[in-house]
């Protein structure tokens, strides 16, 4: 009789655990509209906190000041970014009907490279590529049109930002209220502190290292020839921002361009070499000594982060899970009871199995 109320005690915890699971889930895709602002917004507010409060006392700032300024400088940034691509974009759709004969011409090479292997393919109508192109140039061009509707939400990150950054002690006047002591309260504070160091040395880590295969991209390309060497370089290094699919993208994306734009497969060669060597180097040399590894999250945890991120929120959500999945793996581990789970977030030496050592030390 005992067992069976255990069973069914466990059972009913199990089902409760998906349900909260599901209605989570629904909520961040029912309030993303509102949700994926804030979560741009909390993240960089994390990643500047320790910075704004050396600056404030270091200098003496208002708060107010010092947070409008950073916010100001924080959209600045970002619509200078997209003004950057949307005049790039706009210039190489301008180039389309000069890529649209380049295009015919390597698709008639193929078939014929093709057919003296003995592969025979039907000829493909010059027509329906221009017709092809066309059509997916105004879609493009139409998409860039829509930017203006997303500058909005941009301005609702700032807004954001802005009022998390002005009333960042009101979270920690909270726990000191909650706890009612002091060595909680320190308890409490270390976590914050802790998840805000984890986080601004990430982030800042992460985007030292885009600027350095941005700058190491742009000298391949310009060096190789490849046009437009500025766009692709800061394309490509941004889309390294998304772990596992972004980097296949930017090769795809710069390879099909080197085709289109030059006569032979040399150019394209020496494209997709360009960026395998700024990715080693990015992986072997940069990351580990600038980041190195300050998250810890095992290669399963990031991949599990971008699936569903990418489910639940498209590209904001793909780069956003990774570090909301390192604030929540620094969370539980100050909770006794869902301390164990941080071993399901980390990467743990063979060797710690057999040792006295806890899941923690593989940090």
Same mark, same amino acid.
């Given at each position: 009789m005992q067992s069976s109320s255990i069973n069914n005690s466990r059972l009913f915890g199990v089902t409760a655990l998906l349900i909260c699971f599901v209605l989570i889930v629904l909520i961040l895709i029912l309030a993303k509209s509102f949700l994926i602002p804030l979560a741009w917004s909390l993240l960089i507010a994390l990643a500047s906190f320790r910075m704004l409060n050396k600056i404030e006392n270091r200098y003496r700032i208002n708060r107010m000041i010092s947070s409008l300024v950073y916010v100001i400088l924080i959209l600045l940034i970002i619509l200078?970014?997209?003004?950057?691509?949307?005049?790039?974009?706009?210039?190489i759709i301008k180039g389309i009907p000069d890529f649209n004969i380049l295009l015919i011409e390597?698709?008639?090479?193929?078939i014929l490279l093709l057919e003296d292997y003995g592969i025979h393919l039907p000829l493909i109508d010059q027509n329906l590529i221009h017709i092809w192109i066309s059509n997916h140039s105004e879609t493009i061009s139409n998409v860039l049109k829509s930017l203006g509707k997303s500058f909005g939400e941009i301005f609702l990150v700032g807004l954001y930002l802005f009022f998390?950054?002005?009333?960042?002690? &009101?979270? @920690?006047?909270?726990?000191k209220l909650k706890t009612k002591g002091s060595e909680t309260f320190s308890v409490?504070?270390?976590? #914050?502190?802790?998840?805000?160091?984890?986080?601004?040395?990430?982030?800042?880590g992460l985007f030292s290292i885009t600027f350095i295969l941005t700058i190491l991209l742009l000298i391949l390309f310009l060096a190789i020839g490849l046009k437009y060497a500025l766009f692709f370089a800061l394309l490509v290094s941004l889309l390294t921002l998304i772990p596992y699919i972004g980097n296949?993208?930017?090769?795809?994306?710069?390879?099909?361009?080197?085709?289109?734009s030059s006569d032979d497969l040399t150019?394209?060669?020496?494209?997709?070499?360009?960026?395998?060597?700024? &990715?080693? @180097?990015?992986?072997y040399v940069f990351k580990p000594i600038i980041i190195g590894n300050k998250i810890?999250?095992?290669?399963? #945890?990031?991949?599990?982060?971008?699936?569903?991120?990418?489910?639940?929120?498209?590209?904001?959500?793909m780069i956003l899970f990774m570090p909301f999945a390192g604030i929540l793996k620094v969370m539980i581990q100050y909770n006794d009871r869902t301390k164990?789970?941080?071993?399901?977030?980390?990467?743990?030496p063979k060797d710690i199995i057999n040792s006295e050592n806890d899941p923690e030390s593989a940090k």
């Open positions: 200078m970014l997209f003004y950057f691509f949307y005049i790039e974009i706009v210039s390597s698709i008639q090479q193929s998390i950054l002005y009333y960042r002690d &009101n979270y @920690l006047y909270y726990l409490k504070k270390k976590q #914050v502190t802790e998840i805000s160091d984890v986080i601004s040395n990430f982030l800042f296949p993208i930017g090769m795809i994306i710069v390879v099909i361009f080197a085709i289109i150019l394209p060669a020496l494209a997709l070499g360009s960026i395998l060597v700024g &990715n080693a @180097l990015k992986s810890n999250l095992n290669a399963f #945890v990031i991949f599990l982060s971008v699936i569903l991120g990418g489910l639940i929120w498209g590209i904001s959500g164990p789970l941080v071993a399901l977030f980390v990467s743990i």
